[in-house]
């Protein structure tokens, strides 16, 4: 089991993330991250008619329309990249087993692709929020602008709210705020409000946006532990439950698949690829697999 982020320093925090992750990384993908972080920072270049295997983001309608049959606008890449991790830092994420939050998961990960990004000389960007934005870092280079990015996290406070999470405004202070084309991480557990879908649409068109999902195997499989108090994360409601009672725990799962259903949709209507990071996942296994999973995609 890992160390609680926050009983680090942010030299710690990098140093262990450099031997861990992302020399482990540089093995695995071999220094080629474009499957992971394709599509940012990209300047029109050109239109030509649609292959099956383009991607449909980039279909220019206006184009189709007058020429009657489907064209798609080529980019070249951007030597420099601007990165931006939208962070929800709301009190559900801050549920896990100890030592192994959704924040900590989030620090890593955050971490992890700030470094892997800046030491190209590429520039990444935050924005902190909980039930307001908090806090927004500037895009910058560097190891030094890294550190400050690990520093922040792991010195914003804890909140208790009463009511769910509402994270239209942290993607709507993101349309206003990031004006280059950037890829964008919205790195959240979106157990929140519904509504976000029409921000995260509009955010889409502009950017390229991967949504990093943050979850915890215990928020949709409640064990037989008897019976105990429950508190809810963002409400700071308590209830008194008997976790022995199969009926419970199965209307607990139903509830769990029904939000997931509801989530899962939302990303569909805003054509977002959405990628899940678990608690019990290895950072470096999760990595490879999400460079694989839109490598798979872009085919």
């Not at 270049?45 to 206006?62: G, H």
């Not at 007058?66 to 951007?78: A, G, S």
């Not at 215990?218 to 809810?232: A, C, K, N, S």
Request: aromatic share 10%.
């Amino acid at each position: 089991m890992s160390m609680p982020a926050s009983a680090s320093t942010p030299e710690r925090i990098l140093l262990r993330l450099d031997w861990q992750v992302i020399r482990r990384l540089d093995g695995l993908l071999q220094g080629d991250y474009r499957s992971l972080l394709y599509g940012y920072g990209l300047d029109f270049a050109d239109l030509r008619e649609y292959q099956p295997e383009d991607d449909i983001r980039y279909i220019d309608w206006n184009v189709t329309a007058r020429m009657n049959t489907p064209y798609v606008r080529q980019y070249i890449e951007d030597r420099e990249i601007s990165a931006w991790f939208l962070l929800d830092l709301s009190p559900s994420v801050d549920f896990g087993s100890v030592g192994r939050l959704k924040r900590s998961v989030l620090i890593d990960f955050v971490t992890t692709l700030a470094r892997l990004l800046t030491r190209n000389g590429n520039r990444v960007g935050a924005m902190f929020y909980n039930t307001r934005l908090e806090r927004a870092l500037p895009a910058r280079g560097g190891r030094i602008h890294v550190l400050r990015l690990v520093n922040d996290l792991l010195a914003y406070p804890l909140f208790r709210q009463a009511g769910f999470t509402d994270l239209a405004p942290l993607l709507e202070s993101g349309l206003r705020t990031i004006k280059k084309r950037s890829l964008v991480f919205i790195i959240s557990d979106f157990i929140c409000a519904p509504g976000w879908d029409r921000p995260l649409t509009l955010l889409n068109h502009r950017h390229e946006v991967l949504a990093i999902r943050l979850w915890d195997r215990r928020e949709t499989e409640l064990p037989d532990v008897g019976p105990i108090f429950m508190e809810d994360a963002e409400t700071g409601e308590q209830l008194y439950v008997d976790t022995g009672d199969v009926r419970f725990r199965r209307r607990f799962l139903e509830a769990a698949e029904r939000r997931e259903a509801e989530i899962n949709a939302a990303f569909k209507r805003a054509g977002v690829e959405a990628l899940s990071l678990s608690t019990e996942e290895d950072l470096v296994s999760a990595i490879v697999r999400f460079a694989a999973l839109r490598r798979e995609r872009r085919r």
